[in-house]
């Protein structure tokens, strides 16, 4: 940041995805055995120190290279020998080449080719998501490239004029533009919170709570206010519900629906919550890039008297999680609907251990097939204001048992959780934090799985009260 730097946000999530990223470099890195790596020493830099490598006619991979051009500073992350020049290529973690990158990839080109150098190439070098690891640190094949030369050298053309209005920018006054789109797409700005504490405050109930976008069509036509709608420019009945319920303050609630929906769910009823890992590297055999590894979950199972018998697993030990998970799932009764939340996840988590385990795939298959799902059930019999648009069960849930506040806890999210998990099977992990850390895990997914089985029994209660 070059301006204000004391006033833009904390992003919480910033240093995970920054690791991501660097441990995905250093990968691809180690895989061009023969590249020098641009180093400062205490007296030159980067961009001296590149200058003097070419000029000196050194003809091979370039990690980390520098150049300047009116102004403009940019960082290569691999320039390589290709054809009668050099190649740029730009490391991603990500699964597929965005928008965002050839707009960087473009200013990095303009640069390159104004400091006197000749780009025959430009390429993103990506994680190919149908690598699968057969044997540890076997990550050759880990990355694939898409080549955007083509591309690329068509869009630098207008660089200079993008570059030359940034500086301009950048050397002035701090702007004066109104929040929008630009403030989240294609990442959130760190210093929307500051932005905001000039921006009108608008109203209660905007009607940007209206799920999927449809709000803008309202925005577009100067109504911020969602209480102000005619109900009759609603034209969904999941929008007409939120309305009524923001507007009267009667929480929207269909207990016959609910149970007709919730019937055929036979018992013993099985309250399932997971929680997983992922790694854009991946450590285990047979894993794939971003698979969700499952290392945590709780099932309540429920027998048609109100019984109800907890089962968990968790591993913390930093191995391979998903046998031992999968064996704890097969241990789980074999009949009685599976209920989850958003249950395709769950669904797919127990999908993909049965394909990893032939031995255990018809139990788990036969589980997987019993899952139901408990989100739409609660999206079409159940809206409280509060709720503000969002069914999630962190939304749902303080509007049915504000009691159970997921603030309280040490680990108050799935985020959280998985930081949680890294710590404990961290090496530098004792034995005293570890136990606390399990403890906390146990809290936060048994609360899931607790959640669930309260907003259910909410849902067929027909006596609620109407706030």
């Known amino acids: 940041m070059t301006h204000r730097s004391e006033v833009a946000g904390i992003d919480t999530d910033a240093g995970s995805r920054l690791a991501t990223s660097q441990a995905v470099r250093e990968l691809a890195y180690s895989q061009c055995v023969s590249a020098v790596r641009i180093q400062p020493d205490p007296i030159t830099t980067p961009l001296a120190v590149t200058h003097a490598l070419l000029a000196r006619g050194h003809d091979g991979p370039v990690i980390g290279a520098q150049f300047e051009h009116r102004g403009v500073r940019v960082r290569i992350d691999l320039l390589e020998p290709h054809e009668a020049g050099w190649q740029i290529v730009e490391m991603k973690s990500s699964t597929k080449a965005k928008p965002e990158h050839e707009a960087a990839l473009a200013t990095k080109l303009w640069v390159a080719r104004g400091a006197g150098v000749a780009i025959t190439g430009v390429t993103i070098r990506h994680i190919d998501r149908e690598f699968v690891l057969d044997q540890p640190h076997g990550h050759v094949g880990l990355f694939a490239d898409v080549d955007l030369t083509s591309r690329l050298f068509e869009a630098v053309a207008n660089r200079e004029t993008i570059a030359a209005v940034a500086l301009e920018a950048m050397a002035g006054p701090e702007p004066d533009v109104p929040m929008g789109d630009q403030c989240t797409k294609p990442f959130p700005c760190a210093f929307a919170g500051y932005c905001e504490k000039d921006h009108p405050t608008g109203p209660k109930w905007p009607v940007t709570l209206l799920p999927r976008g449809a709000g803008k069509r309202f925005l577009a036509e100067g109504i911020e206010d969602l209480t102000l709608i005619d109900p009759a420019a609603l034209s969904s009945d999941m929008h007409r519900r939120i309305h009524g319920a923001t507007v009267t303050g009667v929480t929207d609630h269909d207990p016959m629906g609910a149970a007709a929906a919730m019937a055929p769910w036979t018992y013993p009823r099985i309250w399932l919550d997971f929680e997983t890992v992922s790694d854009a590297i991946p450590i285990w055999r047979g894993c794939a890039p971003y698979d969700q590894v499952p290392f945590q979950f709780v099932a309540d199972v429920e027998t048609a008297n109100g019984v109800v018998e907890r089962r968990d697993f968790l591993a913390l030990d930093g191995a391979d999680p998903r046998r031992s998970c999968a064996e704890a799932l097969a241990a789980l009764p074999d009949k ?27 139990t788990l298959q036969n589980l997987a097939d019993r899952v139901v799902d408990l989100l739409p059930v609660t999206r079409d019999h159940w809206y409280h204001r509060d709720q503000r648009g969002s069914w999630s069960i962190k939304a749902v849930l303080p509007t049915i048992a504000p009691h159970l506040d997921y603030g309280a806890l040490e680990v108050k999210d799935g985020g959280n959780a998985v930081e949680a998990y890294r710590a404990a099977v961290a090496d530098d992990c004792t034995t005293a934090r570890r136990a606390a850390l399990a403890s906390a895990l146990r809290i936060y997914c048994g609360r899931d799985v607790e959640a669930m089985r309260i907003v259910a029994a909410k849902l067929v209660q027909t006596d609620v009260h109407p706030g």
């Open 336 to 362: 009685g609907a599976v209920i989850a939340w958003n249950a395709s996840f769950e669904r797919g988590v127990i999908q993909r251990l049965a394909a990893s385990f032939p031995d255990l795939a018809p």
